[in-house]
Structures are given as structure tokens and as C-alpha cells.
């Protein structure tokens, strides 16, 4: 069941209710968890489930639920499975048979994307990106051309070269917004583009507190991968790889490397 990112206040009643009701509550740190117990003066019985002992423990889990047993899960913020554990727990416990009842509520991802002013009609999460700033850069080229609003989560320390790549895989001009702190006391949120971002970030140096970056689709409807291969098949009946996609990096506004790599894929899927 989802849990507040920062304010206590957003816990939801049926939270409340069914933390109260359960046999058992998972959580990712029992004594973060016992803290939101506390605050609401609810007892219920807390054990730890996460990424180190998960594999361990879910034959138990199972063999309880198994049992009757009514079992909670919960993350030390937000909603459990984003960028938390719990996916393999509720896979298995799903192909088990057993019913899993979703208590929705605050996920930074959502808070973030609402707060932005980018495009929310459609958008793709991608989590916590790679530290290395090679494997960043690649998992930012893969979706330079996806025509939706990112979102990440970052930490602050490699904000500013999280962001240096996402403007060299993405175009510096893309809009982009850091939202920080959602629903604490220091809640912020700086808009500009991913130039403007990187800048800034470079100079002040790595914020405090917990982030997520947003980074909106380029030039809206046109720049989506059916946009960048209509001009590419047009582009290589007359000219070799490098020219088309540069021709059609510089059309679209998309970055060059992006619009290389799919010009190569399209010349060779016409080639063989
Ligand atoms: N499951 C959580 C959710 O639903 O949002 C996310 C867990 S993930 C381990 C933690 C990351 O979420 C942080 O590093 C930060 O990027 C983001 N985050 C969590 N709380 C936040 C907040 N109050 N403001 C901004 N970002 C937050």
C-alpha cells in the first residue's frame, strides 16, 4: 500500500484502515515504517521485506498467505514497486492464486509530473538511470525519440551530470523541470531546459534532499519515432547515413546520435 513522500498527512483513511487490519505488515525499513505507525497510533505486527532478503523470505510469505493470513506491504516512501521492492513478491503471489488488493496513493513520479507543467497525457518512467555516465547516456539515447514526458529519479549529488548527458542524448533545448522535497518543507520546483538546468545545477551544486527529474518530449507530435523514420526513408534514397540523419537531426530537433543510430538500423533492415 502506497505511503506519504514527505508529508504524513497524505496517508489515505483505507491506508490507515488496513494497516490497523492486517495480520502482518512488510516493510522495507520496519523502524521508518514504525514511525507512520506511531503517528497514527496503530499496532501491527512489522517485519522486513527487501531487496537483500526478499528471495529469502517470500516462500514464507507465500506459505502464510497460503494460510489465510492477510499481509501488508509497504516502502519506507510512496508506492511500493516503483524504484522499490516487491515486484517478485507480488508476481508470485499472483501466480500462487492469492488476491492482491492495490491501497493507492502519493508516488513521487506522479507528485513530480503534476507539479512540472510538461505534457502529461503521456509519459514513460524510467526509474533510476545508470551511475556510469557511458551506460547513462546510452539508456538516454534509447529514448531520445519517445514521444512522451520522461521521469527519473535522481539523487542530488549527480544532478548536474545526470543532467550534462540527458542535454548531450536529448538536445539542450528540451524543456525539463526538478522537482524537489514534493509535499516537505522545502518543496521546489525549477523549470528551464536541460541547457539552462545543467547550468545551474553546475554552478550551485548538487541540492539537498530527494528529486525527480522531468524532461519533456521534444517538439510534441512531430519529433516521435514515426516523425524521425518518415524523414530518415525519405533522406536515404538520396543520401548516405551520416548526411540523412544530420539532415534530419537538424529538421526535427532531435539529437544527432539518436537519429544516427535509427538511420543505421533502417539502412540495414533495407539492406538485408
Ligand atoms: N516508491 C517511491 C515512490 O513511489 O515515489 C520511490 C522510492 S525511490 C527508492 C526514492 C526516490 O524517489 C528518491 O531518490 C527520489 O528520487 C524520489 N522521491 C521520493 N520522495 C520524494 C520527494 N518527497 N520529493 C522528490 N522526490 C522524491
Known amino acids: 500500500m502506497s505511503t506519504p513522500i514527505g508529508n504524513l498527512r497524505d496517508i489515505t483513511l483505507r491506508a490507515l ?96 509530473l503534476i507539479t512540472s507543467g510538461l505534457p502529461s497525457d503521456r509519459f514513460l518512467f524510467i526509474g533510476f538511470l545508470p551511475q556510469k555516465s557511458a551506460a547513462r547516456t546510452r539508456a538516454l539515447s534509447a529514448v531520445a525519440t519517445t514521444d512522451a514526458t520522461l521521469i527519473a529519479y535522481e539523487s542530488g549529488p549527480r544532478l548536474a551530470a545526470m543532467l550534462a548527458d540527458a542535454a548531450e542524448a536529448l538536445g539542450p533545448n528540451r524543456p525539463a523541470a526538478i522537482a524537489r522535497e514534493l509535499t516537505k518543507r522545502f518543496e521546489e520546483t525549477r523549470r528551464g531546459t536541460l541547457a539552462d538546468l545543467a547550468a545551474h545545477y553546475a554552478s550551485a551544486g548538487g541540492p539537498k534532499g530527494e528529486i525527480v527529474v522531468l524532461i519533456g518530449p521534444a517538439h510534441g507530435k512531430e519529433t516521435g519515432a514515426d516523425a524521425l523514420d518518415a524523414y530518415l526513408q525519405t533522406a536515404l534514397q538520396e543520401l548516405p547515413v551520416k548526411a540523412a540523419s544530420e539532415a534530419a537531426a537538424d529538421a526535427l530537433g532531435v539529437p544527432r546520435r539518436a537519429a544516427y543510430q535509427r538511420a543505421l538500423a533502417l539502412k540495414a533492415s533495407a539492406d538485408g
Open 17 to 112: 484502515d488496513t494497516l490497523a487490519g492486517v495480520d502482518e505488515v512488510l516493510a522495507e525499513d520496519t523502524r521508518v515504517a514504525r514511525k507512520l505507525l506511531d503517528a497514527y497510533a496503530i499496532k501491527a505486527r512489522l517485519t522486513a521485506y527487501h531487496d537483500h532478503n526478499g528471495a529469502q523470505r517470500r516462500p514464507d510469505i507465500l506459505r502464510a498467505l497460503a494460510a489465510g493470513a492477510r499481509i501488508g506491504l509497504v516502502s519506507d516512501a510512496g508506492t511500493p514497486l516503483v524504484s522499490d521492492p516487491g515486484f517478485k513478491l507480488v508476481r508470485e503471489a499472483a501466480e500462487a492464486g492469492h488476491t492482491i488488493v492495490p491501497i493507492p496513493g502519493p508516488s513521487a513520479m506522479l507528485a513530480g
